[in-house]
């Protein structure tokens, strides 16, 4: 995988094919090559696979085929995440391997919590440019069609949560519940159905493969700096008010102290990266009239807008209303 970029599986063709959707047309609305799936590795840009999934959307003139190739997910759509969460023995151990693993397919992430109601998956895009709502919500009913082909059973979520859930019926006639309008998006399973037993789970098949997935993540470390990797972590969870090490850590992972030595051996540490990703991101804020210093505070993670005023002053010796008077 290139970083930035998503991988799509090999099996992706035969997916679409399943549901009857003319690929060619589709690419050739999406302004994509004609031969892009006879490549031997399929790597869209952002922009590139929500144009794709639009002009899926479009040709086919379903708002929701994304219920459809949900319904035909099988173990053939071979993906890293994938095969590593069929091997697992439960849906909690599938989730964590998925969480793990989901940045070799692409810069969306993975968080698992355990929350009163079960086990939470939230799912994170990449900020700019957002992604098409049908897309989202495939992404989620994919999570359970996974955990549904895992376990053999008709595993049905606790909650489905998006900020603009799509219409029509066909996602709660295949889930088995209806999408919440929002955030975080993400799907919470039940505590049963999280330790609900994997039937793929093949613990010999996973010792063969799992070195050369770790090989792959630590090649894409190599790509990419920690430092980046924070940053680009930074921007998804400060607005949530999550921008501590700990998260961060989750988010990657990574032991808190494994990227502590990371950050270290790069010559910086964790609080000095999330100091300049906020200073970075007010003065961007900040450029803006329409938004109040107030609510700069609040998309930078403090919980008072005094405390956002003092680190201001700490990172520029200026405080926000003066920083945003010299703006161009």
């Avoid at 949530?240 to 989750?250: E, I, N, P, Q, T």
């Avoid at 988010?251 to 964790?270: H, I, V």
């Avoid at 970075?280 to 938004?291: E, Q, S, T, V």
Wanted: hydrophobic content about 45%; some cysteine; overall charge neutral.
């Amino acid at each position: 995988m290139t970083a930035g970029r998503f991988a799509l599986s090999p099996g992706t063709v035969a997916l679409l094919a399943d549901v009857g959707v003319p690929v060619p047309a589709v690419l050739r609305v999406a302004g994509l090559p004609g031969d892009l799936f006879l490549r031997p590795q399929v790597n869209l840009t952002a922009a590139q696979l929500y144009g794709l999934w639009t002009a899926l959307e479009s040709v086919t003139g379903d708002p929701a085929i994304g219920a459809a190739m949900a319904e035909h997910i099988s173990a053939e759509i071979f993906q890293p995440p994938v095969f590593a969460a069929l091997c697992s023995p439960d849906l909690r151990h599938a989730a964590e391997r998925m969480a793990a693993h989901k940045r070799l397919i692409g810069p969306l992430t993975l968080d698992v919590a355990e929350v009163p109601a079960g086990l939470r998956l939230t799912v994170t895009w990449p900020a700019d440019p957002a992604p098409p709502a049908g897309l989202v919500a495939f992404e989620l009913a994919f999570i359970v069609m996974l955990a549904r082909l895992g376990t053999r059973a008709r595993v049905v979520p606790v909650a489905l949560t998006m900020p603009s859930p799509p219409a029509g019926d066909a996602y709660r006639d295949l889930l088995g519940v209806s999408f919440r309008v929002g955030s975080p998006t993400g799907v919470t399973f039940s505590a049963d159905d999280a330790a609900r037993p994997f039937l793929t789970a093949n613990e010999e098949m996973w010792r063969v493969f799992e070195p050369e997935l770790r090989r792959r993540l630590a090649d894409l470390d190599r790509v990419e700096s920690t430092t980046d990797r924070v940053r680009a972590t930074l921007l998804e969870l400060l607005p949530a008010g999550r921008a501590d090490a700990a998260a961060v850590a989750r988010r990657l992972a990574l032991s808190g102290r494994t990227l502590q030595r990371r950050l270290a051996e790069e010559g910086t540490t964790f609080q000095g990266v999330l100091d300049r990703t906020r200073l970075a991101l007010a003065h961007h804020y900040l450029d803006r009239p329409d938004i109040t210093v107030a609510e700069v505070a609040f998309l930078l993670g403090y919980d008072e807008p005094s405390s956002f005023y003092r680190a201001f002053h700490r990172w520029s010796g200026t405080t926000p209303q003066q920083a945003r008077a010299v703006a161009p």
